[in-house]
């Protein structure tokens, strides 16, 4: 299509073994049967797979579509993980028996912020204006992102755990031909999405008990709101 277009695609796959997972749980320091702080461990998940695929596309789809000059480009990007852990070995312990032994608990497992699908597509559309007696260039750009079911741990709970959910952006950039300077006003988060990007959990996945103090605790953190910025760069 007279390079109006380009891609490209990545393919990849990973074996690992002893794969290590870092975690925190709760500790009793004096005795009294209620964990009162935290400690960091370490997990030996023992083996896992991750295979995957990229794919990226940047293409030209006009000019001089709406006034001389002016182009609309896009670029499209979409990522696809396959990540399962072959063998977990956990202890596991029986609540009949009060007993505690190491079992392969992979199937119960997933892998940290690891979701299967990804994706993201820009529209750019560049057209000539001039403004303040200046030549330049108006770049508008809308963005759609999405990003698929993502477990904060390798544990599934259902208070920290984030479905899947799109993000909207859009800005609008001066630049004048000179290139001495650049203005843009910039809008994140449109849609005013709220979505878990980290978080801490001293609960028992299904919250039926604490895992530190009595009251047990579920922190989560979120990404930022609707936000709109003003930017201006001279480059001297």
């Known amino acids: 299509m ?3 277009v380009n891609t490209s695609i990545a393919l990849f796959y990973s074996d690992y073994t ?14 009294d049967g209620i964990s ?4 960091g461990v370490t997990t030996n998940a023992a083996e896992a797979t991750v295979q995957g695929v990229e794919f990226e596309a940047t293409a030209l789809l006009g000019n001089d ?31 009949a028996t009060g007993e505690t032994a190491l079992e392969d608990v992979s199937d119960d497992r997933a ?19 001039t403004l303040f007696d200046q ?42 031909m000179s290139g001495r300077y650049e203005v843009g006003v910039y809008a994140r988060n449109l849609s005013d999405q709220q979505y878990r990007t980290s978080g801490y959990q001293f609960v028992t996945p299904d919250g039926s008990a604490s895992t530190l103090g009595l009251e047990g605790i579920a922190n989560a953190f979120f990404g930022p709101p609707r936000t709109y910025t003003l930017t201006a760069r001279i480059n001297f």
């Open 135 to 176: 030549a330049g260039a108006m770049v508008l750009i809308g963005g759609w992102s999405f990003r698929d079911d993502t477990n904060q741990f390798e544990v599934p709970s259902r208070f920290l755990d984030q479905e899947a959910y799109s993000l909207f952006d859009a800005s609008l950039i001066w630049r004048p």
């Open 65 to 95: 579509l709406l006034r001389a000059g002016d182009t609309l480009n896009t670029l499209v990007t979409v990522g696809y993980i396959d990540a399962e852990f072959d063998e977990f070995i956990a202890p596991v312990s029986n609540l």
């Open 2 to 4: 007279n390079r109006r």
């Open 111 to 129: 892998f940290q912020n690891t979701p299967d699908w990804t994706a993201h597509v820009d529209l750019t559309y560049d057209f000539p204006v």
């Open 18 to 31: 002893d794969i290590q997972i870092p975690g925190s749980v709760g500790v009793d320091t004096d005795g």
């Open 36 to 39: 009162d702080t935290f400690a």
